[in-house]
Every structure is written in C-alpha cells, then in structure tokens.
T-cell receptor
Framework: GQNIDQPTEMTATEGAIVQINCTYQ??????LFWYQQHAGEAPTFLSY????GLEEKGRFSSFLSRSKGYSYLLLKELQMKDSASYLC????????????FGAGTRLAVHP | DGGITQSPKYLFRKEGQNVTLSCEQN?????MYWYRQDPGQGLRLIYY???????QKGDIAEGYSVSREKKESFPLTVTSAQKNPTAFYLC?????????????FGPGTRLTVL
C-alpha cells in the first residue's frame, strides 16, 4: 500500500523558522511535491524534489532523501500569512503520473 | 493568462440527482486529475487522465464518472450512487516534457447535498 505521514498540527512564532517533515512508503517514486493550502482555497504549488538534496526558493526550502523516504519543508522568517495547511504529495513511478497526498500539516503562526 | 477553471464554485444538489462539475485548462497539459477533500483531511484521488480518451480510476472512484473528449476538458459527474458526496472537489493538471514538474489546481467546487 501507499503511506505518507505528516504531523497533524504545528505552531510557531512570527519571524522564526519551522520544519515540516514528511515520510513516505510507496510502491515506486518519481518525485515529491509540497503545497500550501489556506482554509477554503485550492492548494498552491511550493516545490518539487526528485533528486536528493535541498531546493531553495526564497523563504521556502525543501529537502529530499530517497533512501530514507523522507522530505521536509523549511519555512524561514515566518509571517502571519504562512498560517495554512502544508501538503506533501508523492508521484508514483509508472506511466500514469499518479500522485498520492498526505493528510497535511496545519501550521499556526503566532505573533 | 493560463490556468485551470472550475465551475460552479458552490453547488447544491438534492439527494438522488446526478451533477456534473466542470474543469477546463488552457495550459496545454496532458495529465488531468480529480480529487476530493473532506474537512481536515488530505486529497483523495477520484479519477485521472494521462491523455485524451483515456482515464483511470483513482482510490475512490465509486459513484463517480468522467470523460476526456478534449485535451482541455475533464468533467466529473457525481452520480446518485455516491453515498456521501458533500465535499470540496479539486481539479488539477500536470505538464509534460519541460513542464513535468509543474502541477496546478483549479479553485475548486464545493458540493453540498441537501
């Protein structure tokens, strides 16, 4: 079966750094996506990793270790608007480009 | 501007009625998806399509049907056989070739069964 695990909730302080972890056990792997979703809205694309290592994009960075089945999303200089759910998704290998999503991590940023 | 459109944004349906949710994209993406999201939960895959006239069942396809007659369009029908259809429905697409790493979502349709 397919399994993607993320913490359910996290809290952090404005201006701080937070790391959201994602572990996966899937039948095949062809890339990992991170999305941000504000309440009642559609997810928006944050990052994509297919090779091991760190991808940096402004205040957000994403890391992947394929051998450990592990990824994290790092958010720096937290702002109140970063309060949202963060979804981890794995693209399975094979011809049909199928994605499996984790349940999401709800992040609350406090002043 | 390129993107994915879904209509309507809010939809109300009586029990026993079929309803079709629209999804259109002008991104020239080949692969399109339908997901369902329930409160406080992640996205669950209903159906996906890699190319025109081809689609595959996802993890929760029962009570749903789709068609892919055009590259730009991937409508989802929620049938009366779906026992708990009230949810937030999201359509997405992924590019191929140089755009293989990009996945975009439409704004979603919130379906409520009365």
């Amino acid at each position: 079966g397919q399994n993607i695990d993320q913490p359910t909730e996290m809290t952090a302080t404005e201006g701080a750094i937070v790391q959201i972890n994602c572990t996966y056990q899937t039948s095949g792997f062809n890339g990992l996506f991170w999305y941000q979703q504000h309440a009642g809205e559609a997810p928006t694309f944050l990052s994509y990793n297919v090779l091991d290592g760190l991808e940096e994009k402004g205040r957000f960075s994403s890391f992947l270790s394929r051998s450990k089945g592990y990824s994290y999303l790092l958010l720096k200089e937290l702002q109140m608007k970063d309060s949202a759910s963060y979804l981890c998704a794995v693209r399975l290998s094979g011809g049909y480009n199928k994605l499996i999503f984790g349940a999401g991590t709800r992040l609350a940023v406090h002043p | 501007d390129g993107g994915i459109t879904q209509s309507p944004k809010y939809l109300f349906r009586k029990e026993g009625q079929n309803v079709t949710l629209s999804c259109e994209q002008n991104l020239n993406h080949d692969a399109m998806y339908w997901y369902r999201q329930d409160p406080g939960q992640g996205l669950r895959l209903i159906y996906y399509s890699q190319i025109v006239n081809d689609f595959q069942k996802g993890d929760i396809a029962e009570g749903y049907s789709v068609s892919r007659e055009k590259k730009e369009s991937f409508p989802l029908t929620v049938t009366s056989a779906q026992k708990n259809p009230t949810a937030f429905y999201l359509c997405a697409s992924i590019g191929t070739g140089n755009h293989y790493n990009e996945q975009f979502f439409g704004p979603g349709t919130r379906l409520t069964v009365l």
